[in-house]
Nanobody
Framework: VQLQASGGGMVEAGGSLRLSCTAS????????VGWFRQAPGKEREFVAA????????DYSDSIKGRFTVSRDKALNTAYLEMYSLQPEDSGVYYC???????????????WGQGTQVTVSS
């Protein structure tokens, strides 16, 4: 499974971005897709996840109400829509998929390369 995350960039506080995670080598329809982020000097943290076929989502408390996960089945792509971005949202954002279909996901096995998000104050 290959994952390609994209859509990062630099925005001002209060701005928005939409990240994309496109998969190849596997149809993601039944698999959860998770989003994580890592800021410099900090551990990688969970942001959000979606289980496509059941329409189930999970969000970190730190972003709840500001970020939305979604997917396009036809494009085999997951999205992370981010609104009201703050400087503390800056970091490298990764998408990931587990090897097995579980919910909630305990372990993610396949990771994209990450896309940088920078929010200026």
């Amino acid at each position: 499974v290959q994952l390609q995350a994209s859509g990062g960039g630099m925005v001002e506080a209060g701005g928005s971005l939409r990240l994309s995670c496109t998969a190849s080598g596997r149809t993601l329809n039944k698999y959860p897709v998770g989003w994580f982020r890592q800021a410099p000097g900090k551990e990688r943290e969970f942001v959000a996840a979606i289980r496509w076929n059941l329409g189930m989502t999970d969000y970190s408390d730190s972003i709840k109400g500001r970020f939305t996960v979604s997917r396009d089945k036809a494009l085999n792509t997951a999205y992370l829509e981010m609104y009201s971005l703050q400087p503390e949202d800056s970091g490298v954002y990764y998408c990931a998929v587990p090897a097995t279909i579980t919910w909630p996901v305990r372990r993610y096995d396949y990771w994209g390369q990450g896309t940088q998000v920078t929010v200026s104050s």
